[in-house]
């Protein structure tokens, strides 16, 4: 495109009738020279591809930086729910979307071992209060002089293990969701309930009715959204620019339209040795957005402080051979009749980039009112080098 532009602009200075001069070299003398082209368009010629001229402006900028990241929760606010005993997935409670509480029940499984933990603690149960009985006969005893020191001590200790032995069934119930004090003879129960450790919204669902499950294959998902921060990579080259308390634009990669506002709160004080990159955690300001997920990609748009500094418009930019240029206003002269304008290029060191202007600076003094090329300037890039290329 930039090539058809430039024999467009060719042709157009053909048909006008006027040829610029031949570009001609001249060196400034400094600590060092710094090559400058001087390139002369007539009146029309300067018309016909609308070049504009201006003064570098003080204009009120600030650093702007995009980081790469993904969205992410702290490990104590995502959980995976699995059973903890294998057996078969009889009713489903919930679909993926739905929010949960911490405790309520998602799913039953039928599990036959939890059946026979039921009839053991029952058991358990019935030896405890027979332990209890014969304690308190042996104490009974103890008390009218009539009963033998050894079998007291005996029936103390035989309670002790009974109690002992139906508080670790209890336990063991629990821990499947059974609750111990439902439970008795004739009333077991077959069907084991599974819970949720977190509030959140379920994000996956991994089983369906009458499918078998065991220990190490979890059956849903659980994410507490509201508890979702964004993870930045700051390379080593961008830290100075990045500080707590920034705000940040955060855009979803794979959904363009949503924007979140978020602020950095944290700053990681090691780098990653491979990617020479540091991580910055910023918080979502913007909760209004409840389906958002755990890994979605994220670009973050950070923005510095502004502060005044002298910018010229992005147009007046080109590039060349990898390095920056400007053109200045050097004067006007009459030739065979035609008002000769003259441009010189000036190398320039580009800085801070923010709403279509870019900070200059010059390695070589530049008297204050030069004027310069603010608009097209990419058309004089063009004639200075073939290899110009107009800076966005």
Do not use: W
């Amino acid at each position: 495109m930039r090539k058809i532009l430039y024999f467009i602009f060719i042709y157009i200075i053909g048909l006008l009738g006027g040829s610029c001069s031949n570009p001609t070299t001249s060196h400034i003398s400094t600590e060092e020279e710094h090559k400058s082209e001087e390139i002369k368009l007539t009146a029309a010629q300067v018309k016909a591809v609308d070049i504009q001229i201006g003064e570098i402006s003080l204009v009120s900028l600030g650093v702007t930086l995009k980081a790469n990241g993904e969205l992410v929760v702290n490990p104590q606010d995502e959980a995976l729910i699995a059973p903890l005993a294998s057996g078969l997935v009889k009713r489903i409670l919930v679909k993926e979307g739905d929010r949960v509480a911490k405790g309520s029940v998602v799913a039953y499984m039928e599990n036959f071992e939890v059946v026979g933990l039921q009839q053991d603690y029952l058991v358990a149960k019935e030896e405890e209060m027979l332990a209890n009985q014969e304690l308190e006969r042996q104490k009974a005893l103890a008390k009218e002089g009539a009963g033998i020191k050894k079998n007291l001590q005996q029936a103390v200790t035989n309670a002790q293990i009974a109690s002992t032995k139906t508080a670790m069934l209890s336990r063991q119930l629990t821990l499947y969701g059974v609750n111990p004090s439902t439970i008795g003879k004739g009333h077991l129960m077959t069907e084991m309930p599974l819970t949720s450790p977190i509030s959140g919204i379920v994000t996956e669902v991994n089983c369906t009715m009458g499918s078998y499950a065991d220990l190490q294959a979890p059956l849903m998902k659980v994410v507490n959204n509201a508890a979702i921060y964004c993870r930045l990579n700051i390379f080593e080259k961008d830290m100075a620019a990045v500080s707590q308390g920034q705000k940040v634009e955060i855009r979803l990669i794979n959904r363009p339209k949503i924007l979140l506002e978020g602020e950095v709160v944290l700053l990681t004080q090691a780098i990653e040795t491979g990617t020479k990159s540091l991580t910055a955690r910023v918080k979502i300001l913007d909760r209004k957005n409840n389906d958002l997920v755990p890994g979605m990609p994220v670009i973050g748009i950070i923005t510095s402080e502004n502060s005044e500094v002298e910018a010229l418009p992005d147009d007046a930019i080109v590039i060349s051979e990898g390095k920056h240029y400007v053109f200045a206003l050097d004067g006007q002269e009459e030739e065979n009749g035609q008002v000769m304008t003259h441009f010189k290029s000036i190398e320039i060191i580009p800085g801070m980039k923010d709403r279509g202007y870019t900070q200059v600076k010059f390695p070589i003094p530049v008297k204050s009112g030069t004027q310069f090329v603010v608009k097209n300037a990419f058309y004089l890039g063009s004639m200075m080098s073939e290899h110009g290329d107009h800076e966005h």
